[in-house]
């Protein structure tokens, strides 16, 4: 209680007001990940069925593209656009899916990037 009190006079307000800023702070971040974990469900949904249907229309007939695992022009040119559109935040979260989904996530080729 002693940190809120002092945090309260830091700030030049009630220890009420700043409790009751810090609950109504706390709601809005509950609501964003609610929204954030419901928009993820989603995402991994619609990733199955546009899996399916781009694997329905690429593959030509009596070969199996899954079989190779080349992807095809399109798949490549559409996942480097994304990602050129996407936050680091974005990609994590997509590989998260694609791993929890059981899948191995498609890494751009090339010499391994620095970790700073």
């Given at each position: 209680m002693l940190i809120y009190t002092a945090e309260a006079e830091a700030r030049g307000i009630p220890i009420s007001t700043y409790l009751r800023d810090r609950l109504a702070s706390a709601d809005?971040?509950?609501e964003e990940l609610s929204s954030i974990?419901?928009?993820m469900i989603d995402m991994g949904e619609a990733m199955d069925e546009l899996r399916d249907q781009v694997a329905e229309r690429l593959a030509p007939p009596?070969?199996?593209?899954?079989a190779t695992g080349e992807p095809g022009a399109m798949e490549i040119e559409t996942l480097l656009l994304l990602r050129a559109l996407s936050t680091s935040q974005n990609r994590q979260m997509v590989t998260g899916e694609i791993e929890r989904?059981?899948?191995k996530p498609f890494r751009i080729p090339g010499p391994?990037?620095?970790s700073r």
């Open positions: 809005i971040t509950r974990r419901a928009a009596g070969q199996d593209r899954e989904q059981g899948l391994p990037t620095r």
